[in-house]
């Protein structure tokens, strides 16, 4: 049974669904250099067994890149992809959002960090709203900038971060 839309993934993206406001952006920024990802939202076909889908996918792809946060160290959907990744000897990136610690069968592997394009500046006083988020690609001219950053310097180091990951 065929569960994919395309055949031939190079790269599996792993990730909890609460961080899919970060994830997708990202994702479809990589995708700009190589569209043989799998994501689960774009890459099942309706009608199929997600998680007959999901494993097809991880034994057949080349790297896992597992986007790690607080929600992804809460997913057990998650615990399940990188345990059957490591299981087959994928080539594994650990890839930081946020500073949840990775757990030991992870923390030996070198992983990238993409903390700072997800922290927010320190603060003092009164709440805060980050006005940082990560460009769509449908709607990149509606950045809003923080951090003294212009639409260039965002632009750059995704790309930089997201090439080290490929």
């Not at 992809?81 to 299981?87: G, I, Q, S, V």
């Not at 959002?97 to 700072?116: F, G, N």
Request: charged content about 30%; proline content about 5%; glycine content about 4%.
């Amino acid at each position: 049974m065929k569960f994919f839309k395309k055949k031939g993934y190079k790269i599996f993206i792993s990730y909890s669904w609460q961080d899919s406001d970060k994830i997708i952006p990202l994702v479809d920024l990589i995708k700009l250099n190589d569209p043989r990802i799998f994501r689960d939202k774009d890459s099942i076909k309706p009608g199929s067994l997600w998680k007959d889908a999901i494993t097809d996918a991880i034994e057949k792809c080349k790297t896992f890149v597992l986007f790690w946060s607080k929600n992804s160290a809460n997913s057990s959907n998650v615990a399940e992809e990188y345990t059957k990744a490591l299981k087959l000897n994928k080539v594994v990136v650990p890839t930081l959002l946020d500073d949840t610690q990775l757990p030991p069968v992870l923390a030996e592997i070198q992983y990238r960090d993409l903390r700072s394009l997800f922290s927010q500046p320190k603060h003092s006083g009164g709440p805060y709203r980050s006005t940082f988020k990560i460009p769509s690609l449908l709607d990149f001219h509606s950045l809003e900038y923080a951090r003294g950053l212009d639409e260039l310097d965002v632009a750059s180091e995704l790309v930089r971060q997201l090439e080290q990951i490929l």
